[in-house]
């Protein structure tokens, strides 16, 4: 079955600053790859996804970048504000089937 | 429009009783998936279900698990006999299942605690 690892598992970054979290997978099946923000006794929330048939993704402060030829996926969030404090998780799965999360990271932004 | 509903949001029991969680999906949404988060952990699939279809249980961690989805909607999540392995936030989880927006919108929860 499908395996996702992510890292760091946790990262602190000075406000303003740029924050990455990268995830690689290990089935070649999968093509759908969303990430999510996990806030304290809240359910996770979709921030942004990608499927395979692209390699980048931008949502204002947020991008997502996929190299399908070594598997990984990274999450890139520009000017970090105090609010994008939270867990954050990476997932993929093929089409619409379950989703195999990461173990997460845990992003602290200094104010 | 109203997100994924779960209830109970809280539920604390004792070993060896029953257990039973129930989430209302997105109205329309016929796809649901049930996980489960262990203290500081990922989400683990459980259980998927999607529309007529036999559900895929290849998560369920024993026996002692089971769940239902009564009239393609309304999903009850059980467990009997409980036991404190099995303490944790049980999440479920919709989608529309019709590319591209299959996006899987998450319930607030279950934290469930077994003593």
């Known amino acids: 079955g499908e395996n996702v690892e992510q890292h760091p598992s946790t990262l602190s970054v000075q406000e303003g600053d740029s924050a990455v979290i990268k995830c690689t997978y290990s089935?070649?099946?999968?093509?759908?790859f969303p990430w999510y923000k996990q806030e304290l006794g809240k359910g996770p929330q979709l921030i942004i996804d990608?499927?395979?048939?692209?390699g980048e993704k931008k949502d204002q402060r947020i991008a997502v970048t996929l190299n399908k030829t070594a598997k990984h996926f990274s999450l890139h969030i520009t000017e970090t504000q105090p609010e994008d404090s939270a867990v954050y998780f990476c997932a993929a799965s093929e089409g619409n089937e379950k989703l195999t999360f990461g173990t997460g990271t845990r992003l602290t932004i200094i104010p | 429009g109203a997100g994924v509903s779960q209830t109970p949001s809280n539920k604390v029991t004792e070993k060896g009783k029953y257990v039973e969680l129930r989430c209302d999906p997105i109205s329309g949404h016929t796809a649901l998936y049930w996980y489960r988060q262990s203290l500081g952990q990922g989400l683990e699939f459980l259980i998927y279900f999607q529309g007529n279809s036999a559900p895929d249980k290849s998560g369920l961690p024993s026996d002692r698990f089971s769940a239902e989805r009564t009239g393609g909607s309304v999903s009850t999540l059980k467990i009997q006999p409980s036991e404190p392995r099995d303490s944790a936030v049980y999440f479920c989880?919709?989608?529309?299942?019709?590319?591209?927006?299959?996006?899987?919108?998450f319930g607030p929860g279950t934290r469930l605690t077994v003593l």
């Open positions: 989880a919709s989608s529309s299942r019709r590319w591209p927006l299959d996006t899987q919108y």
């Open positions: 089935d070649s099946a999968s093509n759908y």
């Open positions: 990608i499927r395979s048939n692209v």
